[in-house]
């Protein structure tokens, strides 16, 4: 697919300096350009590699005044950053525009589909599903029955979504993501052995939320394990049955959260987090990355370690454990020189 300098600006409301027929059909680096690509300048670092990039467009600030004769054709913007994000943005809507039917799918004669539906090759539409408009669905999707689809959300290639989950509008749920698996429940008998609980309940998935590649969410054994509005997960997250995740918040990769633990809104937890089940963790609460959390967070608490405590303790604490194998010999020594003197 490509653009012309002409159209890119029209799409940036931004000046053209050079020849505005150029046409490009990738993007770049401005380190890294090369003949057909497109890149953009913001950080005055880089202001050499304008001279020296072979991309055939730049986007730049508007204030940006060449010292020397440049091979790249400008557009010039108020903000190149935010400019070459929106394009971004744009390109990226327009590489997912697919829509239709592909070949060797499935759909239940019971399902209820909306308008301008993409189904992938290869993809299955359970019994009494119910997917609203302008939905898009990758191959080698399965959906099971009784589940519930909003507009405008995405769905790409292998996710598996289990029977009764409740997705809502505008979500994104990236590949091999496992939404609605049985909750890890097992009751001990006395010899010992572990039998199966069943798992009853759903996964409800509010507005606006994005999964990750291979995260998964487990159905509750009674009730509902939600996810609310405007919850972004990084990949390869673990949410347990019964796990309530407040709107906005924001969690790393390979975070694992336990059982019926309640997290509030606007939290922002880092990468391989874990945390127990059974617990309540406040608002605007941030988690430093290989957290181990075992007790209740209040609102706008900061925490690190394992187990967790406050981020500036955290930080005080290992200046001392840095110093441990100092501290120790100085102690030796002084036990030496008490013992010099008792004699």
């Given at each position: 697919?490509?653009?012309?300098?002409?159209q890119?600006?029209?799409?940036?409301?931004?000046e053209?300096?050079?020849?505005e027929?150029?046409?490009?059909?990738k993007?770049?680096?401005?380190?890294?350009?090369?003949?057909?690509?497109?890149?953009f300048?913001s950080?005055?670092?880089?202001?050499?590699?304008?001279?020296?990039?072979?991309?055939?467009?730049?986007?730049?600030?508007?204030?940006?005044?060449?010292?020397?004769?440049?091979?790249t054709?400008l557009?010039?913007?108020e903000?190149?950053?935010?400019?070459f994000s929106?394009?971004?943005?744009?390109?990226?809507?327009?590489?997912?525009?697919?829509?239709?039917?592909?070949?060797?799918?499935?759909i239940s004669?019971?399902?209820?589909?909306?308008?301008?539906l993409y189904?992938?090759?290869?993809?299955?539409?359970?019994?009494n599903?119910?997917?609203?408009?302008?939905?898009?669905?990758y191959?080698?999707?399965?959906?099971?029955?009784?589940?519930?689809?909003?507009?405008?959300t995405?769905?790409f290639?292998g996710?598996?979504?289990?029977?009764?989950t409740?997705i809502?509008?505008?979500?994104?749920?990236?590949?091999?993501?496992?939404?609605?698996?049985?909750?890890?429940?097992?009751?001990?008998?006395?010899?010992?052995?572990?039998?199966?609980?069943?798992?009853?309940?759903?996964?409800?998935?509010e507005?606006?939320?994005?999964?990750?590649?291979?995260?998964?969410?487990?159905?509750?054994?009674?009730?509902?394990?939600?996810?609310?509005?405007?919850?972004?997960?990084d990949n390869?997250?673990?949410?347990?049955?019964?796990v309530?995740?407040g709107k906005n918040t924001?969690?790393?990769?390979?975070?694992?959260?336990?059982?019926?633990?309640?997290i509030?809104?606007?939290c922002?937890?880092?990468?391989?987090?874990?945390?127990?089940?059974?617990?309540?963790?406040?608002?605007?609460?941030k988690?430093?990355?290989?957290?181990?959390?075992?007790?209740?967070?209040?609102?706008?608490?900061?925490?690190?370690g394992?187990?967790?405590?406050g981020?500036?303790?955290?930080?005080?604490?290992?200046?001392?454990f840095?110093?441990?194998p100092?501290?120790?010999?100085?102690?030796?020594t002084?036990?030496?020189?008490?013992?010099a003197?008792?004699?």
């Amino acid at each position: 697919m490509k653009f012309t300098a002409t159209q890119i600006a029209g799409i940036l409301e931004g000046e053209i300096e050079g020849n505005e027929n150029v046409e490009v059909y990738k993007l770049s680096k401005i380190e890294e350009g090369e003949e057909g690509s497109l890149t953009f300048l913001s950080n005055p670092k880089y202001i050499h590699y304008i001279y020296e990039t072979k991309a055939t467009i730049a986007i730049v600030n508007k204030d940006f005044v060449p010292e020397k004769q440049l091979e790249t054709t400008l557009i010039k913007v108020e903000d190149a950053y935010k400019a070459f994000s929106t394009l971004l943005e744009f390109y990226n809507q327009v590489k997912l525009n697919k829509s239709g039917i592909e070949e060797y799918t499935f759909i239940s004669k019971t399902a209820t589909i909306g308008e301008n539906l993409y189904l992938g090759s290869f993809s299955i539409i359970g019994d009494n599903v119910n997917i609203g408009n302008n939905v898009k669905i990758y191959p080698n999707v399965t959906i099971g029955e009784n589940v519930f689809i909003g507009d405008n959300t995405t769905i790409f290639s292998g996710v598996n979504i289990y029977s009764e989950t409740t997705i809502g509008s505008d979500c994104v749920i990236h590949a091999g993501a496992v939404i609605g698996s049985d909750g890890f429940g097992f009751a001990p008998s006395e010899e010992g052995i572990y039998s199966k609980v069943p798992q009853i309940g759903n996964v409800v998935i509010e507005d606006n939320v994005d999964i990750g590649a291979a995260t998964t969410i487990d159905r509750a054994t009674l009730g509902s394990t939600i996810i609310r509005k405007g919850v972004k997960l990084d990949n390869q997250i673990q949410i347990a049955h019964n796990v309530e995740i407040g709107k906005n918040t924001v969690i790393a990769a390979q975070t694992g959260i336990a059982g019926s633990t309640k997290i509030g809104e606007n939290c922002m937890i880092g990468g391989q987090v874990g945390i127990v089940g059974h617990l309540t963790i406040g608002n605007n609460v941030k988690v430093q990355a290989q957290t181990g959390i075992a007790k209740n967070v209040k609102d706008n608490e900061v925490i690190q370690g394992t187990p967790a405590f406050g981020y500036s303790d955290f930080n005080k604490s290992y200046v001392y454990f840095k110093k441990l194998p100092e501290l120790v010999a100085t102690i030796n020594t002084l036990q030496k020189e008490i013992k010099a003197l008792k004699k």
